[in-house]
């Protein structure tokens, strides 16, 4: 049988950047949840947008010791206009009297400030920073921005950030330092995290251990670039990034459907995927999939005005938060049902106007798939936008764009699968009523903030992502017969059992399945418990990874706000399982021991 992990050790083990992190147990989670020293002392990393990863930490840390007073602490991104509107929504929670210390620095390499000055472009990437520095009892503001955007750093980004601050070649922007100084000396502040958390950067960055201790300048005269080469390694040339980034948006604008590498890729011609006409130049890729929902969100409120939106389906939190958060409000609606269209549709009769409808496909965690059919009709007669977030369905199984203007992807799910970088993507329907206006203020409005090493990170695993895809939806059907036909179990939630099915076979791909994810409850919350503690694969938040992954997802997700979840249908004590690469007879020996466990438990389904 598998071993479970340790509490906080990073999912998958001994990973850098690994995007989940060990609770291997129900108490685990809720000790989580409620802030218990035992769990969070435990945990080496977590989540990226929950947990601040501690090389972002360290980065944090050595700027404000620069830049900052000991009362202070520093959220960082990577351009102005991310950082200005966290510092804008910090403001509007601020009394006045701490506004004034709340600022933006500025941070931009040193060889691209002299780059500028003669007109050249540096020959490798640019790694400037934003970075907002507040009164650090305001922080749990600013985490909304990091959590809820997702447009904050990543960890590699700061891994290679931190070595240029220490070396002198970031340096705040305008200031008088020229190319020929002798670089800024190290700040002497809080050093806890710089040794443990940056010696394990592997394949792209591997600098030595020598290296990531120095606190000595290069030496006097030395190249910028020859710097870097020799730091960092060729790897991270613009060309590498910009090719893995081309490569991702064509295998996202559905022109490849088979495994492909990376050259193979590049010389494939789109030529209409998903839909006809789809091509690469109607591919956004973004840091993280909360980053593709919210900068939509910005942009059809710059394009469309200052319009509510509707949130349509039991959402993923942070969905319904930027909604409520930034913006003139929502429309809630969290059953997804046809009652609820109906009751849509009189309002809209009625003169009542919206910017958008945001919806999942199928949602999360029940698995509901909404009648995207209908809702993109009610679109057309009244004048809004639908956007469609297809993390979990994924544009193998199921094609959502034909009833969407923008279809939006958390790329850190089952197309990277390795659960070691994150990203996010928007796909703008060619064919859309809002199509020409979209594209007019994302070309306007659009960075692309996607860090180079994430992009190389993210192509490489990408590849083989249609046969992986594959293998999953067998598995996952397997696994979801053998629960539905358990006495122990009071509901399975999957699209193929779904009363929604009908509206996810409309959109499921002739070759598509239904995925590899679903949650179970169970007649008694012992029963759970038991079942998860018991159930031999690896526990910890996120989905669509290439191994099996199973939480409570209700605790983790809505811990806060478990009368509501209840309310709409979301079982405190569901257990959340998102199916891997795994045999499927051993995946099903695991699961017949949970269920084992689950029968034994003190109130399970024979004493009801």
């Known amino acids: ?54 090389s972002i930490q360290a980065l944090a840390e050595e700027i404000v010791c620069r830049f900052g007073t000991p009362e202070d602490s520093a959220t960082l991104f990577p351009s ?120 394990n950067i592997q394949a792209i960055v591997t600098p030595s251990k020598k290296d990531l201790g120095s606190s000595e300048p290069p030496s006097e005269g030395r190249e910028f670039d020859q710097y870097v080469e020799e730091r960092f390694g060729r790897n991270l040339d613009p060309s590498m990034a910009n090719n893995a980034k081309l490569a991702v948006r064509r295998r996202i604008a559905g022109s490849l459907t088979a495994n492909g590498e990376l050259s193979e890729t590049l010389r494939t011609v789109s030529s209409g995927g998903r839909i006809a006409g ?52 929502v429309q809630f609606y969290g059953h997804a049902s046809s009652e609820e269209l109906d009751e849509l549709e009189k309002r809209l009769e009625s003169g009542e106007r919206f910017l958008a409808l945001f919806t999942e496909f199928p949602g999360n965690p029940l698995l509901k798939s909404p009648d995207l059919e209908r809702i993109y009709q009610l679109a057309a007669k009244y004048d809004f936008a639908v956007v469609v977030d297809e993390s979990v369905g994924n544009f193998i199984n199921v094609n959502v764009l034909p009833y969407a203007d923008v279809v939006v992807s958390s790329l850190t799910k089952i197309f990277s699968g390795d659960s070691n970088v994150m990203g996010g993507s928007a796909v703008l329907n060619p064919h859309g009523r809002y199509y020409e206006s979209l594209m007019a ?57 779904s009363e929604t099915r009908p509206f996810y076979d409309k959109c499921k791909n002739e070759n598509g399945g239904y995925g590899g994810l679903f949650s179970v409850t169970f007649h008694s919350s012992a029963a759970a418990v038991a079942f998860f503690d018991e159930l031999n694969v690896m526990k910890g938040p996120s989905l669509g990874t290439n191994f099996t992954l199973s939480c409570p997802y209700t605790l983790l997700a809505h811990y806060g706000e478990l009368e509501w979840a209840n309310s709409l249908g979301v079982a405190s004590d569901l257990v ?6 795994e045999d499927s007879a051993d995946l099903k020996s695991r699961i017949q021991h949970a269920l084992d466990a689950a029968e034994k438990a003190p109130q399970n389904l024979a004493s009801q």
């Open 278 to 329: 789809l091509t690469e130049d109607h591919v956004l890729l973004f840091p993280t999939g909360m980053s593709s929902i919210f900068n939509t969100h910005q942009c059809l409120l710059a394009t469309r005005g200052q319009l509510r939106s509707i949130c349509f389906g039991f959402p993923y939190i942070d969905t319904l938060k930027i909604l409520q958060k930034w913006g003139p409000g």
């Open 80 to 199: 102005p206009k991310p950082a200005t509107r966290c510092r804008e929504f910090l403001l509007s929670k601020l009394p006045p009297v701490d506004a004034e210390r709340v600022r933006v620095v500025n941070l931009v390499m040193q060889s691209v400030q002299t780059s500028n000055r003669n007109g050249s472009q540096p020959a490798t990437i640019d790694s400037s920073l934003s970075c907002v520095l507040y009164p650090k009892e305001y922080s749990n503001i600013t985490k909304q921005v990091w959590q809820h955007s997702g447009d904050g750093i990543s960890s590699r980004r700061s891994e290679f950030s931190l070595k240029l601050l220490k070396d002198g070649y970031l340096v705040e922007e305008g200031s008088a330092q020229q190319e020929d100084t002798q670089p800024q000396r190290p700040c002497k502040g809080p050093r806890r995290y710089q040794k443990g958390s940056l010696s």
């Open 441 to 497: 203020t994302f070309k306007k409005e659009y960075e692309d903030n996607y860090w180079a090493e994430d992009a190389i990170f993210l192509e490489r695993n990408s590849r083989d992502f249609v046969s992986r895809i594959e293998r999953i939806n067998a598995a996952t059907e397997s696994v979801t017969e053998q629960l539905n036909a358990s006495p122990l179990v009071k509901a399975i939630y999957y699209p193929k059992y």
């Open 576 to 581: 959340r399982i998102s199916i891997g690469l």
């Open 1 to 54: 049988m598998h071993e479970q992990l340790s509490l906080g050790s990073s999912v998958p083990p001994d990973t850098p950047h690994a995007v989940s992190v060990s609770l291997p147990t129900w108490r685990a989670n809720v000790g989580y949840e409620e802030g218990e020293a035992w769990v969070i002392d435990s945990m080496t990393t977590g989540y990226p947008r929950f947990f601040v990863h501690k």
